[in-house]
């Protein structure tokens, strides 16, 4: 399905703008109304949330992580080979970038949004009617067009044939609530909020499907197939003061959606995901309390044409076949944790981290192939910290660390490529324990035991690591030199020929890859 793109915005168009829902009787509304408490709410939520976060600007430990998770560091690569394809000596390693970092000055974005809710949809023109206790907007595209720089024809028949109205109410003074309403039988996609102290969105995903196949429709375009779409979700941004705020996701009904070839369902969580944020303490807190989730889906690749070389190194392309169809199968029992970051003492506290009360599961094909359990042993949760002391921050985990994960990808070895040998039956055990309060700390080149022991087993392949207090543990850099080499573009490496190189060898077991020392 091909909407054009003012279409698609005007579906969306407070959420576009808000990034953010109900129908209620209270106060009287006109337009003026409407008009000045949308402007106002989003320019005094917006305000609240970008105060909240400034403090983050001054945490050495969180613009760490933002600038790694967020982009600004570029990859170094291999260093190049000489012409008898031994690594150049002294290569000056030039990663470029700079960290990405973090702005919370929203006030450009939020001036943009207001401008455009004001002049293109709460604007006198588009209001169709007004009956004391709430106005209807009737979005016009010789109105709202202009606003994509598309005056078209085309453009303005397609918002008449869809007839999207925003039904406005008010609750009470200063605070509205938007129907957003689709066609002449005025379908429902979603509620919005525009409160004094929060935003807010409910999308109904049943309803989000029939505005789909209604405006495929009225736009005389072939009707997309979709999948069965049921539940609702409600997203919110809350003012909790002049420099706090907070984020929600609530699962209010559970979710599913499903066609021939896969399915998503969640349980309905009415906390899914809570985040605060407090200027004036200078702290964060969030908490997530997901249920179950499962999903099934089943892919194909389907024929492609790949690089390859031959004997003279030259590129040449190869017709590779589709393969059969794979049926995935996941389910987490759940996800749960609570977190409080301090920046006044860069440190970051979680508690009841867990995977819900079963164990996690991958299938393929009908064949179990992964089971993961985490704290199986010590009520399936565990806390930890994470502070920053000097240039490397230490994690403590209460009671303890333990991650199992059973692999038995030799059911599936082939129906799948490139399944690592090590992978086909093994079970990978981490654990950290051994102390009141075990902690490691992360290095540059490794991991640092503090307190108690970190152990790592690979038990089909015979593989055992025990780090106690005082050691370290590092990655063995594979020191062999390759004795062919013909450099890939696309892949930034080498691929070697078969004649003694890397290539012929196994893939080696990512512990064996592991080593042990003291620190030095």
Same mark, same amino acid.
């Given at each position: 399905m091909n909407l054009n793109k003012p279409i698609w915005a005007a579906l969306g168009v407070v959420a576009l703008s808000t990034s953010l829902m109900a129908c209620d009787e209270g106060e009287d509304v006109d337009h003026r109304v409407a008009q000045q408490a949308v402007g106002q709410n989003v320019t005094n939520v917006s305000a609240s949330v970008?105060?909240?976060?400034?403090?983050?600007?001054?945490?050495?430990?969180?613009? &760490?992580?933002?600038?790694?998770a967020f982009g600004g560091y570029s990859d170094c690569g291999a260093p190049p080979y000489n012409d008898d394809n031994t690594y150049e000596d002294d290569y000056d390693y030039d990663c470029g970038g700079e960290p990405a970092k973090f702005d919370p000055d929203?006030?450009?974005?939020? *001036?943009? @949004?207001?401008?455009?809710?004001?002049?293109?949809?709460?604007t006198q023109k588009n209001v169709e009617s007004e009956s004391g206790n709430s106005v209807t907007y009737l979005l016009k595209g010789e109105v709202v067009c202009p606003a994509f720089d598309n005056d078209g024809p085309s453009c303005i028949n397609n918002f008449k044939a869809l007839q999207i109205r925003l039904v406005v109410t008010s609750p009470a003074a200063g605070d509205v609530d938007i129907s957003v309403q689709v066609g002449p039988n005025r379908i429902n996609p979603v509620n919005l909020e525009f409160y004094r102290?929060?935003? *807010? *969105?409910?999308? &109904?995903? *049943?309803?989000?499907?029939?505005?789909?196949?209604?405006?495929?429709?009225a736009l005389n375009q072939e009707a997309p197939k979709l999948p069965t779409m049921q539940g609702r979700l409600r997203l919110a941004i809350a003012r909790d003061g002049d420099k706090k705020a907070s984020a929600s996701v609530a699962i209010t009904h559970a979710i599913l959606v499903a066609d021939g070839d896969y399915e998503f369902q969640a349980a309905a969580s009415p906390n899914a995901l809570v985040v605060t944020t407090d200027g004036v303490a200078k702290m964060v807190s969030a908490s997530a309390a997901l249920g179950a989730i499962s999903a099934l889906f089943t892919t194909r690749d389907d024929s492609y044409s790949y690089e390859d070389y031959d004997e003279n190194g030259d590129v040449i392309y190869v017709d590779s076949e589709g393969s059969d169809p794979v049926a995935y199968g996941v389910k987490l029992g759940g996800l749960s944790a609570s977190s409080i970051f301090d920046a006044t003492k860069e440190l970051l506290n979680v508690t009841n981290i867990g995977l819900g009360s079963t164990t996690s599961t991958l299938d393929i094909n009908g064949k179990r192939v992964l089971s993961v359990d985490l704290n199986k042993d010590n009520g399936r949760k565990f806390d930890l910290s994470i502070e920053k002391t000097g240039d490397n921050p230490t994690l403590t985990v209460s009671p303890a660390f333990d991650l199992r994960l059973v692999l038995k990808f030799a059911q599936v070895q082939d129906q799948l490529r490139n399944v690592a040998e090590w992978a086909l039956d093994e079970v990978l055990t981490i654990n950290l324990s051994g102390a009141a309060k075990p902690s490691?700390?992360?290095?540059?080149?490794?991991?640092?035991? +503090?307190?108690?022991?970190?152990? +790592?087993? @690979?038990a089909t392949a015979g593989l055992t690591h025990v780090v106690e207090a005082n050691q370290c543990l590092v990655q063995e850099f594979d020191s062999r030199e390759p004795t062919s080499c013909i450099y890939d573009e696309i892949l930034d490496d080498c691929?070697?020929? &078969?004649?003694?190189?890397?290539?012929?060898?196994?893939?080696?077991?990512?512990?064996?890859?592991?080593?042990?020392?003291?620190?030095?």
């Open positions: 970008s105060n909240s976060m400034v403090f983050l600007k001054g945490s050495s430990l969180f613009n &760490d992580g933002f600038g790694r929203f006030s450009e974005p939020t *001036a943009e @949004a207001v401008s455009y809710l004001s002049n293109y949809i709460f102290n929060h935003l *807010a *969105a409910s999308p &109904d995903l *049943a309803a989000i499907r029939s505005t789909i196949l209604f405006s495929a429709q490691v700390q992360f290095l540059d080149d490794g991991i640092k035991v +503090l307190a108690g022991k970190l152990t +790592l087993t @690979a691929i070697y020929e &078969d004649d003694g190189s890397w290539e012929s060898e196994p893939e080696r077991h990512p512990l064996s890859e592991l080593i042990i020392n003291s620190c030095n």
